[in-house]
């Protein structure tokens, strides 16, 4: 049975100076010719593909409720794969809204979300990893995750998944063959040679797992806690980050309680901070818990910056904390310059050992000497350099690591001396394992989570 025709408004929810009602299915064309009325008299069911028309729309009783222009695209030369057509009228909540009710009433189903990327991936448009990817670049918060994404939509990882699956088939024909017919070499590979293929296929693995914290970074934004004892600045600091009155603010110890987290662009990198609780020993049931949160906060960072206070000389809290923080990244961002302390900023260097920066947070000294250290740390070479395949997504990330498991225990068994037929579990495993990423084989309850996330529309 063929799938429902269905539609949406495939444009922001709010006023715009265009919004557009997308329509996918067999009938899209019958039901738009129901709504949509052509300036010249064109018979809109007999329109040529990829086309566009003038038009207006109208309701069942044939009250106009906008001027519009309508494209054609024919299956299946289009997103979904499907007939699709889309209207675009003014973008008044009204006209849209009008839009889509008429539409609805002409014979289409509401779409759910993302059924219409869904639907491109049923009909082998795009795979998996590049639907993916599609919500990936509507949700991209910098240029560098919109890169990631697009490269990831034009197939760049699924490609290099698909180059690994087909080695991996290779291997497959070889056990195939030792386990038939043993004594002849049909296979053509010789058990060095796979071997070898194995070998190549593990580090082809590791290179790309090697890439997933780039790519949770370059995504996600960097994970960065604001540390520190209670009244340094700390919600100071995030303030001045952010260029607002994000946090309270007061001369009382122990202000904040609960985590205050928002985004900020540097414009090399996307920092998602966290303001937290200051660092000390209290009594108090409610600050504890702050407290606590803190230091868990701190430990699962991509960074940390570890703000002390000239003003005072270190205390023992500081030194608590210093220590905590060795071997992590981390910047001990000396605040309150306006009010350093002759020998302060010393004592402070003798408790760590890494970046440090001056800044006033208050009046905003300095600030943007941290922003260009945390971009020196980040948004250099490190990441630029071969983001053509970055892994951003964990579901792949986990899918590839049961993939290099498996091919490792295969090479592993074969140094062992352990008959082809062995191998072929793991063989197996890891070719059902990398095909989960480009979607060849996934359960509908996977897919159907995975276009859970889009929004209606897309
Ligand atoms: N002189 C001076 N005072 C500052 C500076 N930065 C912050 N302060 C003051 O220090 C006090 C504490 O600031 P907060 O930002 O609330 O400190 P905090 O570390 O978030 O404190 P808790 O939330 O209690 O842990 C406030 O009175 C701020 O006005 C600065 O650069 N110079
Ligand atoms: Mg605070």
Do not use: W
Not at 170 to 180: F, G, H, L
Not at 360 to 366: L, R
Not at 438 to 453: L, P, Q, T, Y
Request: charged share 25%; proline share 2%.
């Amino acid at each position: 049975m063929a799938e429902k025709t269905i539609a949406a408004i495939a444009t922001p929810a709010g006023t715009g100076g265009i919004g557009i009602v997308r329509i996918s299915g067999e009938n899209a064309l019958e039901i738009a010719a129901k709504v949509f009325v052509s300036k010249k008299g064109t018979d809109i069911t007999k329109v040529k593909t990829h086309t566009v028309h003038y038009g207006k729309v109208v309701d069942g009783s044939g009250k106009v409720i906008d001027e519009a222009l309508l494209t054609y695209m024919r299956a299946p030369h289009s997103y979904t794969g499907e007939n699709v057509v889309e209207i675009s009228c003014h973008g008044s909540i009204t006209s849209i809204r009008g839009l889509l009710k008429s539409v609805l009433e002409a014979g289409a189903a509401l779409a759910g979300r993302g059924e219409f990327t869904k639907r491109a991936f049923l009909n082998g448009k795009l795979d998996l990893a590049q639907a993916e990817a599609v919500i990936d670049i509507i949700n991209s918060k910098n240029e560098r995750a919109l890169s990631a994404a697009v490269n990831q939509l034009e197939g760049k990882l699924s490609s290099r998944i698909n180059s690994v699956r087909d080695e991996l088939s290779d291997v497959m024909a070889y056990i195939e063959a030792e386990t038939d017919f043993p004594e002849d070499d049909v296979s053509g590979l010789s058990s060095d040679e796979v071997r070898g293929k194995l070998k190549s296929i593990l580090s082809t693995l590791e290179a790309l797992l090697a890439t997933a914290g780039k790519g949770k970074i370059i995504k996600d934004g960097i994970s960065t806690a604001i540390v520190g004892r209670p009244n340094v600045g700390k919600s100071s600091l995030m303030n001045a980050l952010l260029g607002e009155d994000r946090a309270i603010v007061t001369d009382i110890p122990g202000t904040t309680r609960d985590i205050i987290e928002d985004y900020l662009n540097t414009g090399d990198v996307v920092l998602k901070i966290s303001d937290t609780a200051g660092i000390r020993e209290t009594g108090d049931a409610v600050e504890k818990i702050g407290v606590d949160l803190a230091i868990k906060q701190s430990e699962k960072a991509d960074l940390i910056l570890f703000v002390a206070d000239l003003s005072q000389m270190p205390s023992d809290e500081d030194a608590r904390l210093a220590k905590m923080l060795v071997g992590r990244p981390a910047i001990m961002v000396l605040n309150k310059l306006d009010k350093e302390l002759n020998l302060a900023a010393d004592a402070y260097q003798k408790l760590f050992d890494g970046r440090s920066v001056k800044v006033s947070a208050s009046g905003g000294n300095g600030i943007d000497t941290l922003i260009s250290i945390i971009n020196e740390m980040f948004g250099g070479g490190g990441i630029e350099d071969d983001n053509s395949c970055l892994l951003t997504d964990l579901r792949h990330t986990e899918s590839i690591m049961t993939a290099r498991v498996a091919v490792s225990r295969a090479l592993t068994s074969m140094d062992n001396g352990i008959p082809a037929d062995m191998l072929f579990v793991d063989i197996f495993e890891a070719l059902a394992a990398l095909g989960e990423v480009v979607g060849m084989s996934v359960s509908e309850e996977v897919v159907d989570k995975i276009f859970s996330k889009f929004c209606v529309g897309k």
